[in-house]
Nanobody, 119 residues
Framework: VQLQASGGGLVEPGGSLRLSCAAS????????MAWYREAPGKQRELVAA???????NYSDSVKGRFTVSRVNAINTAYLQMNSLKPEDSAVYYC??????????????WGQGTQVTVSS
């Protein structure tokens, strides 16, 4: 199983970005898909998560600005980030709770995508 994250970049404060996370491999089911971020000198923190049925939760710091979604048919999750602030700058990682063929259910991580919010 592999998770491929994309969509990061440099954006001005107040701007928007959309991150994508595509899972591939011999996947039977994906329960929760989540986005984490890690800024220099800080611990990795949960940003948003979404269940297979579409229930979502957010960290207080992004609530009302970020929206997590997913398309189960293509094993892909998205993070729409609006009204970005400099403090949102970090490497963003996707995480998925995956049941794959001949595997026990496990958590997988994507490679990370850099988001920089700066003028």
């Amino acid at each position: 199983v592999q998770l491929q994250a994309s969509g990061g970049g440099l954006v001005e404060p107040g701007g928007s970005l959309r991150l994508s996370c595509a899972a591939s491999g011999r996947i039977l089911s994906i329960n929760v898909m989540a986005w984490y971020r890690e800024a220099p000198g800080k611990q990795r923190e949960l940003v948003a998560a979404i269940t297979y049925s579409g229930r979502s939760n957010y960290s207080d710091s992004v609530k009302g600005r970020f929206t997590v979604s997913r398309v189960n048919a293509i094993n892909t999750a998205y993070l729409q980030m609006n009204s970005l602030k400099p403090e949102d700058s970090a490497v963003y990682y996707c995480n998925a709770d995956v049941l794959a063929v001949w595997e026990t259910r496990s958590a997988y991580w994507g490679q990370g995508t850099q988001v920089t919010v700066s003028s």
